[in-house]
């Protein structure tokens, strides 16, 4: 067994020990357990001059750092202390064979109800880097989220200097009213939920918002000709950011907790649920001046969003008092909010990520794939109930997100008990359309019906298949990016374009030397994207091959319980669709991988 390590559960940093697992890594540096203990409670904040009860893990916003090295074996017990049903999910966790502890509502498990508690148990494999992890359920994650710093083995380093520090940067979003309330109301009127008001730095909104107190603005202190890794996450609810650092060039050298041939740029961008490893080279004397990091919308719909900026401050030490509100400040240059004049810069550093493709870290890209499909990703409609007045494009309509022109519906029992159980029929159903039902010209005029169908639907795959997905965006009710997040495997980006995807001619074009590998990426808007992975996990996330003897890991007796949801929870799932007019009813598409022998 592994020595145990353990964790205070307030503590805003997790320290760190080591054992073996020789049995699991004969060759590789063995790894450790690490417990934590997750408490959900409200704590009472104050961003902006006003103050509210927020949902946080351990007080904190953001919650604390998990940190953890590569091979080692994470528990995470989760005590709800608040009135809404909980659960977490670890964004990027590969979760080998561990399916039950990725923690999407209803999907993988059910959620873990008020004074009970769910212990999440799982192993990083094979990654290492910045991943994190958020409430998945409503719109909970958006105070319920934290950073996971994974470590290199023991005695292994980077394939890059050693950084001098390394400080987790995590974008987010402040509602001066309670987000809950927010989504419940827009899923009420079919409407779009109103916008947050303002963003964050590490829980912060910065000096740009008014009634930001000084203390209200997240500060970095550095030394003059020092490296620093800093690790950014976009933990924003809807939202594409630019990021830049003012009179500083920033070098990518790591996404999605996979290393990449790294890169210098000016700014980037991040899409939600991504996380960029970047190395910030500080000047090699302290200048007379502060320098801003800032944050702002990539803005691509036609609808309602954050149009604000978030800045935090960058300071070199020392600086006396006296001396630092004389210096000047300096801003970054960042492209256009607006995505009509910003769409190719941001095509083109897009197509900088490249995996290392190195012996010691191949990129492993299915060369061949023998399941192929293509679904289309946007917008639509869906009718209103008898005798109510709705705020979709229409007083009778209500917006609606779909894959393929079905909607997501969530189900009461979760969907993996239900299949592992064999009780899967009236749960969800097998036959998620691996193509549109009837194909139209997706980026050009929208067609006369833009009415969705809702299901719970899935598709299943037999273990080890290579899988190809194009994702295209329409424009049926404006084109926009969309986020995309594949829960339990990681994915290559073989390619991507504008326009509607030529199955004859873009193929051709595909990287499938050294593509970046991912777990989430941005639909381009107007345009197409192309993934290809592997399907060889039995039990990740969204995509799913199931184990035996793992179901008693769900139900009553671990505070979980799938009897009936919530009246506060939403009847469909909301979609990963951006800031958009849109109430998404969408989830991701769900696949099933079975065992095959």
């Given at each position: 067994m592994g020595h145990r390590s353990y964790i205070s559960p307030a503590s805003p940093m997790l320290f760190v020990c080591c054992c073996c697992l020789l049995w699991l890594f004969p060759i590789l540096a063995a790894g450790i357990t690490r417990h934590y203990k997750f408490d959900i409670n409200y704590t009472n904040l104050t961003r902006l001059c006003h103050t509210r009860s927020v949902i946080t893990v351990n007080g904190l916003l953001p919650g604390p750092r998990l940190i953890a090295r590569e091979g080692d074996r994470v528990i995470v017990k989760v005590v709800n202390h608040v009135s809404n049903n909980i659960s977490i999910h670890w964004h990027g966790?590969?979760?080998?064979?561990?399916?039950?502890?990725?923690?999407?509502?209803?999907?993988?498990?059910?959620?873990?109800?008020?004074?009970?508690?769910?212990?999440?148990?799982?192993?990083?494999?094979?990654?290492?880097?910045?991943?994190?992890?958020?409430?998945?359920?409503?719109?909970?994650?958006?105070?319920?989220?934290?950073?996971?710093?994974?470590?290199?083995?023991?005695?292994?380093?980077?394939?890059?200097?050693?950084?001098?520090?390394?400080?987790?940067?995590?974008?987010?979003?402040?509602?001066?009213?309670?987000?809950?309330?927010?989504?419940?109301?827009?899923?009420?009127?079919?409407?779009?939920?109103?916008?947050?008001?303002?963003?964050?730095?590490?829980?912060?909104?910065?000096?740009?918002?008014?009634?930001?107190?000084?203390?209200?603005?997240?500060?970095l202190k550095v030394k003059p000709g020092k490296t620093y890794m800093l690790r950014l996450v976009n933990a924003a609810l809807n939202d594409e950011l630019f990021f830049g650092i003012a009179n500083h060039s920033l070098t990518v050298v790591?996404?999605?907790?996979?290393?990449?041939?790294?890169?210098?740029?000016?700014?980037?961008?991040?899409?939600?649920?991504?996380?960029?490893?970047?190395?910030?080279?500080?000047?090699p004397h302290s200048p007379n001046a502060t320098f801003l990091m800032e944050a702002k919308p990539y803005f691509t719909g036609q609808g309602t969003f954050?149009?604000?900026?978030?800045?935090?401050?960058?300071?070199?030490?020392?600086?006396?008092k006296s001396?630092?509100?004389?210096?000047?400040?300096?801003?970054?240059?960042?492209?256009?909010?607006?995505?009509?004049?910003?769409?190719?810069?941001?095509?083109?550093?897009?197509?900088?990520?490249?995996?290392?493709?190195?012996?010691?870290?191949?990129?492993n890209v299915p060369q061949t794939v023998s399941r192929k499909f293509f679904f289309t990703v946007g917008l639509g409609t869906s009718p209103c109930p008898q005798n109510t007045t709705c705020q979709g494009p229409t007083n009778t309509t209500k917006f609606a997100a779909s894959i393929n022109n079905v909607s997501f519906a969530l189900p009461s029992v979760a969907m993996l008990q239900s299949y592992y159980?064999?009780?899967?029929?009236?749960?969800?159903?097998?036959?998620?359309?691996?193509?549109?039902?009837?194909?139209?010209?997706?980026?050009?005029?929208?067609?006369?019906n833009t009415n969705v169908g809702n299901g719970t639907k899935?598709?299943?795959?037999?273990?080890?298949?290579?899988?190809?997905?194009?994702?295209?965006?329409?424009?049926?009710?404006?084109?926009?990016?969309?986020?995309?997040?594949?829960?339990?495997?990681?994915?290559?980006?073989?390619?991507?374009g504008f326009g509607n995807y030529?199955?004859?001619?873009?193929?051709?074009?595909?990287?499938?030397?050294?593509?970046?590998?991912?777990?989430?990426?941005?639909?381009?808007?107007?345009?197409?994207?192309a993934i290809r992975f592997l399907a060889d996990n039995p039990g990740g996330g969204v995509v799913y091959a199931?184990?035996?003897?793992?179901?008693?890991?769900?139900?009553?007796?671990?505070?979980?319980?799938c009897n009936g949801r919530s009246s506060a929870e939403p009847e469909a799932a909301t979609a990963a669709g951006r800031s958009s007019p849109v109430l998404a009813t969408a989830l991701h598409f769900l696949l099933f991988p079975s065992v095959s022998s």
């Open positions: 966790i590969r979760q080998l064979t561990t399916g039950w502890s990725d923690g999407p509502a209803y999907i993988t498990q059910c959620p873990i109800q008020t004074g009970q508690s769910y212990t999440y148990n799982f192993t990083i494999t094979g990654q290492r880097g910045t991943l994190w992890y958020h409430a998945h359920i409503s719109w909970l994650r958006s105070s319920v989220y934290g950073p996971m710093v994974i470590l290199p083995r023991k005695n292994e380093s980077f394939p890059f200097p050693k950084p001098y520090k390394q400080i987790p940067i995590l974008f987010g979003e402040w509602f001066n009213v309670d987000p809950e309330a927010v989504i419940a109301q827009a899923l009420q009127t079919g409407g779009g939920p109103n916008v947050s008001n303002a963003y964050t730095i590490n829980g912060l909104p910065g000096p740009l918002y008014n009634c930001s107190s000084a203390s209200e603005t997240f500060k790591d996404a999605d907790a996979v290393y990449v041939k790294p890169f210098k740029t000016e700014w980037l961008l991040i899409t939600p649920g991504q996380t960029t490893n970047v190395l910030l080279k500080t000047k954050d149009n604000s900026t978030v800045a935090g401050i960058l300071e070199y030490a020392p600086v006396k001396t630092a509100a004389k210096l000047p400040v300096m801003k970054p240059t960042l492209p256009s909010i607006n995505g009509n004049f910003s769409t190719p810069q941001v095509a083109n550093f897009t197509a900088k990520f490249r995996s290392l493709a190195s012996p010691k870290f191949p990129a159980a064999g009780n899967s029929i009236g749960v969800f159903s097998s036959d998620f359309p691996q193509n549109p039902a009837n194909p139209f010209n997706y980026t050009g005029p929208a067609p006369n899935a598709l299943v795959l037999a273990f080890n298949t290579s899988v190809e997905v194009i994702l295209q965006d329409t424009s049926i009710l404006g084109a926009e990016s969309h986020p995309l997040h594949l829960h339990g495997f990681n994915f290559f980006v073989v390619g991507q030529d199955q004859n001619k873009d193929p051709a074009k595909f990287n499938l030397v050294d593509p970046v590998e991912r777990n989430t990426v941005g639909v381009p808007a107007g345009g197409w994207v199931l184990p035996s003897g793992c179901a008693y890991e769900l139900g009553a007796e671990n505070g979980v319980d």
